[in-house]
């Protein structure tokens, strides 16, 4: 159905001629589009927004040592060859599993670092539950002892400090969360007893606050440096822990996987262990999509529906124009290029405003935090390609609704119409 010059020039001035419909047709067009635009944006934005909340604060994946569950001579089968039940003296306990070390982390870490540019982070890590003490306040704590700056690029501690520093950890030195001082009543300078459950500790001086949004994270954690980490629960130079973090945090499990297969400890994703969130996010996906598809059907019954009352008021004008000498085709092309126009035109103008709608709905924020963090009221999340796939959507639907009212144009007997009026 390519139009040629008498198509263009008939269909144009006939779109020009019926202002009202036109502006009409506009109308319901753009504000389909805009709707589209927002709730996709919002929905795509809280979609985003949940996953930041739950991979913004742990790596994407982890290699770990497996763990280990001691074998107790109860569970051991008999070895006496007359068959009869052995007998133990002493007390039955259970016995808890333990997990090793990375021994040999620099290896692992490097082999990591090689698998491409997905890769955005690899940082090795102690980590282990503790105490921090003053006085009389005593609060359970997760330590964290890292080399700051890989560590940073898992979970951004720089970016976010309220004061003082995280890059250049010393010796005896700490960076806390801004929630979990203000519960000691410490802050920069001050001296904190940290301590493992088997009672190892030592006094060390907070030179750093942040504040990065996460709960988990800002008032039970304390990053120290890799040796005192290593120090403070007698590992040596060993690690207990890599952290990974990735381009695409949907490809996790597959990232693990590969790992699994080259790495001879436990490879855990976040997925693994987020399921019951990513059927979440799926529902919502279908919601999006549902909500869309109900959209474009209201508009496509629009652009229809108006199409169909110009064909009913341009009936004499179209016999008219076919006993001139315009063929089916040409009548077709027509009405087809007015509703191919309105969604174009309808598709440009909605957009303008959704994108403006959203924009300006961006810059609101919530109050602030005690740490001075505020965020966007609306998470959305707007991209370029967004936009243009819903203008050339409209376009399409605009299109498809115009062939019912084409065609029934095509069909018009122009001796009959010109004779009944």
Request: a negative charge.
């Amino acid at each position: 159905m390519i139009p040629d010059r008498l198509s263009w020039s008939v269909a144009w001035r006939s779109l020009l001629r019926s202002k009202r419909l036109t502006a009409l047709t506009l109308v319901v067009l753009s504000v389909s589009v805009v709707l589209v635009i927002f709730l996709s944006a919002l929905m795509n934005g809280v979609e985003q927004d949940l996953i930041d909340e739950t991979t913004g604060a742990i790596p994407h994946a982890t290699i770990e040592p497996s763990e280990r569950e001691p074998a107790a001579l109860w569970d051991r089968e008999a070895s006496d060859s007359s068959g009869r039940d052995p007998v133990y003296v002493g007390e039955k306990t259970t016995l808890t599993s333990q997990k090793g070390t990375l021994d040999d982390w620099q290896r692992w870490v490097q082999l990591v670092e090689q698998f491409g540019p997905d890769i955005e982070g690899v940082s090795p890590a102690v980590e282990g539950q503790g105490f921090a003490i003053r006085g009389e306040k005593r609060e359970a704590v997760r330590l964290y002892g890292v080399a700051p700056r890989r560590y940073d690029r898992l979970v951004p501690i720089q970016e976010n400090l309220v004061e003082g520093r995280f890059y250049e950890l010393g010796p005896g030195e700490i960076t806390i969360g801004y929630k979990l001082a203000d519960k000691m009543e410490v802050g920069l300078g001050d001296r904190l007893q940290v301590t493992t459950p088997e009672g190892t500790g030592r006094s060390m001086r907070i030179v750093g606050l942040f504040d990065t949004g996460f709960g988990g994270i800002d008032d039970a954690t304390i990053f120290m440096p890799l040796g005192d980490g290593q120090s403070l629960f007698g590992l040596g130079s060993s690690v207990n822990a890599i952290g990974i973090e990735i381009r695409d945090v949907f490809a996790a499990d597959r990232l693990a996987e590969q790992l699994r297969r080259q790495v001879p400890y436990a490879v855990t994703s976040w997925i693994a262990e987020n399921e019951r969130l990513l059927r979440a996010l799926e529902s919502q996906g279908r919601s999006t999509d549902l909500i869309t598809f109900f959209t474009a059907v209201a508009a496509a019954f629009a652009v229809a529906s108006i199409l169909i009352v110009l064909v009913t008021n341009k009936l004499q004008e179209i016999g008219i124009l076919k006993a001139m000498g315009a063929t089916r085709r040409q009548v077709r092309t027509v009405f087809a290029l007015q509703g191919t126009l309105l969604s174009l035109f309808g598709g440009i103008i909605g957009s303008s405003v959704g994108v403006g709608v959203v924009k300006l709905l961006s810059g609101l924020e919530s109050a602030p935090t005690a740490g001075g963090q505020t965020e966007p009221l609306f998470p959305f999340e707007l991209s370029p390609e967004m936009v243009v796939g819903t203008v050339v959507g409209a376009v399409i639907i605009g299109f498809v609704a115009s062939l019912i009212p084409a065609r029934r144009a095509a069909n018009v007997d122009p001796i009959e119409v010109i004779q009944n009026g």
